[in-house]
T-cell receptor
Framework: KAGVTQTPRYLIKTRGQQVTLSCSPI?????VSWYQQTPGQGLQFLFE???????NKGNFPGRFSGRQFSNSRSEMNVSTLELGDSALYLC???????????????FGPGTRLTVT | GNSVTQMEGPVTLSEEAFLTINCTYT??????LFWYVQYPGEGLQLLLK?????DKGSNKGFEATYRKETTSFHLEKGSVQVSDSAVYFC????????????FGKGTTLSVSS
């Protein structure tokens, strides 16, 4: 079974631009979560989508947004990029249904975003 | 709120040495606990997990026991290999659908031959 895929793997953008990152979950997984990883702040939760609905959101400004499509693929968008947005953005998928409990996530390789 | 504290590295060991990476947590209720590993240039891989008190998670020679009385989930391995060199993250999540993973800062392990 194919793992979580993320595209692109590397991206260089300029301050003020916007960017869209894509994530394809493991087949059959309906939950997709996004995390930001930086040396200073570590791994921080951005948001989680399940069945095209945002179910949970971390403490990030409104410049960070996401969506999920009917095939469970997800995109995240960052508008008006700042230097501090340079990070590794990780996507994770989970089989988890609405009534299930244990939360086991499978991570993709990440998209390395550099803002100059 | 919920949080995870783990020892910061780097941890430098010789091959076949014993490894311990400490992890403690603060959480309401009864979270699930995880150890993830990140190899250079890669995403996170689930190493092991425990979902209730006194559970022991194990995988690839690594072990960790969910200790509710000490709110700890220390990672151990009896004999490390060079290939174990990576960054290790302790994490917790609530057991409700949609709950986010909360990670520790990560511990870099470097094993030399």
């Amino acid at each position: 079974k194919a793992g979580v895929t993320q595209t692109p793997r590397y991206l260089i953008k300029t301050r003020g631009q916007q960017v869209t990152l894509s994530c394809s979950p493991i087949s059959g997984h309906r939950s997709v979560s996004w995390y930001q990883q930086t040396p200073g702040q570590g791994l921080q939760f951005l948001f989680e989508y399940f069945s095209e609905t945002q179910r949970n959101k971390g403490n990030f400004p409104g410049r960070f947004s996401g969506r999920q499509f009917s095939n469970s693929r997800s995109e995240m968008n960052v508008s008006t990029l700042e230097l501090g947005d340079s990070a590794l953005y990780l996507c994770a998928s989970s089989l988890q249904g609405m009534a299930s409990g244990i939360y086991e996530q499978y991570f993709g390789p990440g998209t390395r975003l550099t803002v100059t | 709120g919920n949080s995870v504290t783990q020892m910061e590295g780097p941890v430098t060991l010789s091959e076949e040495a014993f490894l311990t990476i400490n992890c403690t947590y603060t959480a309401t209720g009864y979270p699930s606990l995880f150890w993830y590993v990140q190899y250079p240039g890669e995403g996170l891989q689930l190493l092991l997990k425990a979902t209730k008190a006194d559970d022991k998670g194990s995988n690839k020679g690594f072990e960790a026991t969910y200790r509710k009385e000490t709110t700890s989930f220390h990672l151990e391995k009896g004999s490390v290999q060079v290939s174990d060199s990576a960054v290790y993250f302790c994490a917790l999540s609530g057991n409700q659908a949609g709950t986010a993973l909360i990670f520790g800062k990560g511990t870099t392990l470097s094993v030399s031959s």
